[in-house]
Nanobody, 121 residues
Framework: QVQLVESGGGLVQVGGSLRLSCAASGRIFRVGAMAWYRQAPGKQRELVAAISSGSVPNYADSVKGRFTITRDNAKNTVYLQMNSLKPEDTAVYHC???????????????WGQGTQVTVSS
């Protein structure tokens, strides 16, 4: 069983910062690309940032220059540093990872349960 567990969400004022973490655990052979998505009430889930296994990042235009995605391959963990937060960043943030389970040879996509980020004005 493979699990992704997020942490670090919360309530912050406009202009503040938060750091999200997502750790993959279980019987894992390899972790590939990892990403953060978010879903605000009444809206579709959208990609916020992604990072390849070689740590090459990509960002949605709406967060470029404010958010930074990094990963620690030794810990199977991805981070999202969020600075200069705006009310429109309020959403549930979900972690996603492509993983080969131990004993398998197939890439499979996994999702975390989500963590709430609320930016108050």
């Amino acid at each position: 069983q493979v699990q992704l567990v997020e942490s670090g969400g919360g309530l912050v004022q406009v202009g503040g910062s938060l750091r999200l973490s997502c750790a993959a655990s279980g019987r894992i052979f390899r972790v590939g690309a990892m990403a953060w998505y978010r879903q605000a009430p009444g809206k579709q889930r959208e990609l916020v940032a992604a990072i390849s296994s070689g740590s090459v990042p990509n960002y949605a235009d709406s967060v470029k220059g404010r958010f930074t995605i990094t990963r620690d391959n030794a810990k199977n963990t991805v981070y999202l540093q969020m600075n200069s937060l705006k009310p429109e960043d309020t959403a549930v943030y979900h972690c996603n990872a492509n993983i080969i389970r131990g004993g398998s040879y197939l890439w499979e996509g996994y999702w975390g349960q989500g963590t709430q980020v609320t930016v108050s004005s």
